[in-house]
């Protein structure tokens, strides 16, 4: 016959074991933990759990009263130590594409043609040349003695539109220029904008032509003769007037 204190013992070793802390109901807690994103140049702090499909998923922090692990999870934040494991990666940064890097002459005949450009882009009217910006160049062309005759490059105007040049040289002095928006090869400093201005400006100087002169005569002409008869009739009248 087992005594009460065996009975007791016995029934104390058939009662389930309290859960070990991080378990509930036999189940491992998932792993969770903060991680920096950067939302468009915005740093945020978000929290992040390990699913059972092994990825990241953000998650609302649960409200407990315990907080140690995720202080402890934002120090090694802080001190760039925040860890991961072989069960997947938190989100990344969010992807922010640099920033556009301007062409910069480097070859010594990057920097005569540029030079060549920036004083011809004096003449420009409507577009502002990126002083600097002369790259790709190359010799398209050499005199029997080896010295450049033609000479081609590639550079940006008003911040960042492309445009190209080509300059025909006469030993050291340059013959004309040709750029991608103008046709011909022309002198130095005698942009398009320039000649189309000069242009306008003859016309509205320039005296009108002989059939234009011609036909201004002819109205005045008229007008004068116009003018003359109706002064006639009015003497007529006068004198028919004083008589009677």
């Known amino acids: 016959m087992p005594s009460k204190r065996m009975l007791f013992a016995a029934?104390?070793?058939l009662l389930p074991l309290p859960a070990a802390h991080g378990q509930s109901n036999g189940a491992l807690a998932p792993e969770c933990k903060w991680e920096p994103v950067d939302f468009a140049g915005r740093p945020e702090r978000s929290y992040y759990c390990l699913g059972a499909d092994g990825v990241w998923h953000a998650q609302r922090p649960a409200s407990t009263g315990d907080t140690s692990d995720n202080n402890a999870d934002r120090d090694d934040d802080r001190d760039g130590n925040s860890s991961t494991d072989d069960h997947g990666a938190p989100p990344t940064a969010a992807y922010v594409p640099p920033a556009p890097v301007a062409p910069v002459s480097v070859t010594p005949l990057d920097r005569e043609l540029d030079a060549i450009v920036k004083l011809d882009?004096?003449?420009?009217?409507f577009n502002h040349y990126n002083a600097g910006s002369m790259t790709n160049t190359k010799v398209l062309a050499r005199s029997r003695k080896g010295y450049p005759t033609s000479i081609y490059g590639e550079y940006t105007f008003n911040q960042?539109?492309?445009?190209?040049?080509?300059v025909k040289m006469n030993g050291n002095n340059v013959g004309c220029v040709q750029f991608w928006d103008d046709g011909s090869c022309r002198p130095l400093g005698q942009s398009l904008s320039r000649r189309v201005t000069a242009a306008m400006a003859r016309a509205a100087s320039q005296p009108p032509s002989n059939s234009d002169s011609r036909g201004l005569r002819e109205i005045r002409?008229?007008?004068?003769?116009?003018?003359?008869?109706r002064d006639a009739m009015d003497r007529a009248a006068a004198d028919y007037i004083q008589n009677h």
């Open 11 to 13: 029934c104390l070793f």
């Open 160 to 166: 960042g539109a492309r445009g190209w040049v080509k």
């Open 121 to 125: 882009s004096a003449s420009w009217m």
């Open 221 to 229: 002409d008229r007008q004068r003769a116009e003018q003359a008869e």
